[in-house]
């Protein structure tokens, strides 16, 4: 497929309706669509699927994971063998988070200071450092189109006290990232802030203020999807987006359901991230046009409708109870047609998102999605 192609990064609306955006951002890897999904290859892979299927979803940019890559098979390494893209075979562009996440939940015997955060790699038990500077220079060895500075993931529950601490400390984390990823960075790469203050709207606010202050090509919501509760997500998601600059693409991370992303672009978020689909189709649960489905359910055993007919994925032509007998048989090729079905449905999703906005009828294409979906889970339970 032939991309277009630019030596800088730039971003662009091209229609609105209410707060949902339609836009674009220009790299020099190619045009990112949005609103836009990026399926997760946490170690330079999209579980499950080979680059060439993820393409043919699709698909504009992936993401890949910093502390996973740092810890195995090495930044260095990486850069040594001509850098991320060539490595996992992908020639769009790709997105790296920081790996704060990553240090807070997987890691043993964490001590956060100013500094950074020094840590036990789950991997081996090796004390690693992790500091804003070596964030971006992991990024930047590895040759991320986007990347993201390192932040405290903020536990939830938290009090404001510690909420504000935590927002304070990634501040300054964001501070010196800003100036390591000047000092490394190549032309065309983009660094986002990241919106911390957990559930607390006061603290998001002078979040988002501190981080335009500082300037970013991009904003990401942070530290949601994390136990706060559905109504109290979307609340701290339109606090956060109303603080911030229309002209700069918006990131909710680590976020999710079709209806969740759905609710978050209404509220004026621009791109996403999620294991999910990849994950459930490990689990075998499929998202399709009409609805989500669990293929381990006995209903399907005898069923000869295809997975999806509205899909125009291939996997989605298999019939349901084909992959009903392959996921009750542990066979590894149900795992991969579920997994290549999903990210496919998530792709669609954003292009018909991105079609309705253009039409200015996003309110209703969301109601139909979201009907079809509550539909599903009451057949399924």
Known sequence: MQR???????????????????????TPRGVIRTPAFMPVGTAATVKAMLPEMVRSTGADIILTNTYHLMLRPGAERVATLGGLHRFMHWDGPILTDSGGYQVMSLAKLRRLEERGVTFQSHIDGATVELTPERAIEVQCLLGADIQMVLDECTPFPATRDEAKASMELSLCWADRSKQAFRAMSAPGQ?????????????????????????????????GLAVGEGHDTMLDMTTVSTAALPEDRPRYLMGVGTPQDMLAAIARGIDMF????????????????????????NAKYADDPAPLDAESACPAATYSRAYLHHLVKSGETLGAMLLSWANVQFYQELMARTREAIERGDFAAFAEDVNRRYQASADAEE
């Open 4 to 26: 277009d192609v630019t030596e800088t990064f730039a971003f662009s609306l091209k229609a609105c309706d209410g707060q949902a955006r339609r836009g674009e951002i220009a």
């Open 273 to 296: 991230d999620c294991v999910m689909p990849t994950r459930s189709g490990r689990h075998c649960q499929a998202f399709t046009w009409r609805g989500r489905l669990n293929l381990r």
């Open 190 to 222: 983009a660094l986002f802030g990241i919106v911390q203050g957990s559930v607390y709207p006061e603290l998001r606010e002078e979040s988002a203020a501190a981080l335009l202050e500082i300037g970013f090509d991009g904003y990401a919501v942070g």
